[in-house]
Each structure stands twice: as structure tokens, then as C-alpha cells.
């Protein structure tokens, strides 16, 4: 089967299957790693741990068998901008998979949330947000997901300033401001919004905010 041959209704019954199933996979990773993160993790440890456990549930033989054909790529990275060899841009986070071709892929990108040196401006920033606007991250996905590993506050105040956020820059390209959304139950704190780029057809970002406040023991 190849993307070519998906005619629009089963392109989207597949689409909301991978969002679905791409989602889920994060969802085990968190959980099944959250007794190790905790506020003073940086990114990468945070985002390791949640990949060492979504492998492990990939291992795992009582996983769906429709988790066969997944994998899980960390710090992938990718040929843009002419970047080569170790100046190579990275994806935090990867869902690959394997059902059809060519392989889809979801792309997270995880920013920590923290007041005193984690603002919204870096969520939102060329690090972050931007690169999926710029058309640098998944230049060819209708849609892509970035993770907010929250280290202090909550949800609301996060998407708040968010929401601020958006109204006060304008080289993000908004088309859609943030609506609250739900792919899974037991993902609570997801919005989405959708933004315009200069040279491919717009691109909807699911924003999920994970708590990652815990005190270290």
C-alpha cells in the first residue's frame, strides 16, 4: 500500500489512526517514565527517559499488534538548510511508521516550560515552534505536535501565555488560534492551533503539556 493509493476518505481514517496511535505511544512513555522525571531534568534527559520506555512497550508482547509496524526515532537528524555531518538539525522525537509507504512520520518537538529560564518564548522561538512555520520540521506533514514538558506552574497558566504569545508575534503565521483538543483521555492538556507557510500548505500543531514539576527525591 502507498500513500499514492489511499483515496481522501481512508487517507483520513489513516491520519486520525496515526495521530491516534502516535499520541498513545507518547502517552506510555510518559507514564511508564514518570517516577524518574522530575523539574530539574533538562529536555534531553526528560525526552530519553519517555523514549526507553515507549521501546520498552514496543517489547512488550501484551502492546496491540498494530504497534508492530511502529518505530521510535530520538534526536533524529535531518538534512535542512544545508546543514551537514554534526551541524545537522535534530527531531526530539519520531514516529515512524511502517504501514505504508512512503513510511509516515510524526514529529514531536519538546521545549521545557519553566519560569526563570524556560519561557514561552523559547516554546515558541527558531528552536521551537518556528521551525515547523519556517517549513524547517516536517515541511511535507499536514500536521506535527510539540511537547511542553511543564517544570513549574500548570496547564493553564502555560497555555495563557501561550495564548499571549500568539497574539504578540506575528511571523508565526496564524490561521487558527489555539482550541482545546482531546486525542486521548488520558492526555488531558492538548490544544491545537494552525498556522500559515510561505512555501507549503498550512500546518496544524497539537501543543501537549506534560507535568513534569515533581521535586527530585
Known amino acids: 500500500m502507498t500513500a499514492e493509493n489511499l483515496n481522501s ?19 506510555w512513555g510518559y507514564q511508564d517514565a514518570l517516577l524518574q522525571i522530575h523539574s530539574d531534568l533538562v529536555e534531553e534527559e526528560i525526552t530519553g527517559l519517555i523514549v526507553e520506555a515507549i521501546e520498552k512497550r514496543l517489547d512488550n508482547p501484551y502492546t496491540p499488534e498494530r504497534f508492530d509496524r511502529y518505530s ?3 534526536e533524529k537528524p535531518i538534512a535542512v538548510e544545508g546543514r551537514k555531518g554534526k551541524r545537522r538539525r535534530r527531531l526530539d522525537l519520531v514516529v515512524v511508521s511502517g ?8 514529529i514531536f518537538e519538546a521545549k521545557r ?5 524556560y519561557p514561552i518564548g523559547k516554546y515558541i522561538g527558531k528552536g521551537g515552534l518556528q521551525c515547523f512555520v519556517q517549513g524547517v520540521y516536517a515541511s511535507e506533514h499536514p500536521e506535527a505536535a510539540m511537547i ?21 508575534s506575528p511571523d ?14 488520558s492526555i488531558t492538556d492538548v490544544w491545537t492551533s494552525e498556522h500559515e507557510r510561505e512555501e507549503n500548505a ?16
Open 113 to 117: 516550560l519553566r519560569k526563570n529560564g
Open 148 to 168: 511542553g514538558y511543564l517544570q513549574s506552574d500548570n496547564a493553564i497558566y502555560w497555555e495563557t501565555e501561550l495564548q499571549r504569545s500568539f497574539k504578540d
Open 99 to 106: 504501514h505504508c509507504r512512503p513510511r509516515s512520520k510524526y
Open 202 to 217: 498550512p500546518i496544524i500543531i497539537y501543543h501537549i503539556f506534560l507535568d513534569c514539576s515533581t521535586s527530585p527525591q
Open 172 to 185: 508565526l503565521g496564524i490561521k487558527q488560534l489555539l482550541q482545546k483538543a482531546q486525542v486521548l483521555s
Open 9 to 27: 476518505f481512508t487517507l483520513n481514517v489513516y491520519i486520525n489512526r496515526f495521530r491516534q496511535d502516535a499520541h498513545q505511544l507518547l502517552a
Open 72 to 74: 521510535i526515532d530520538e
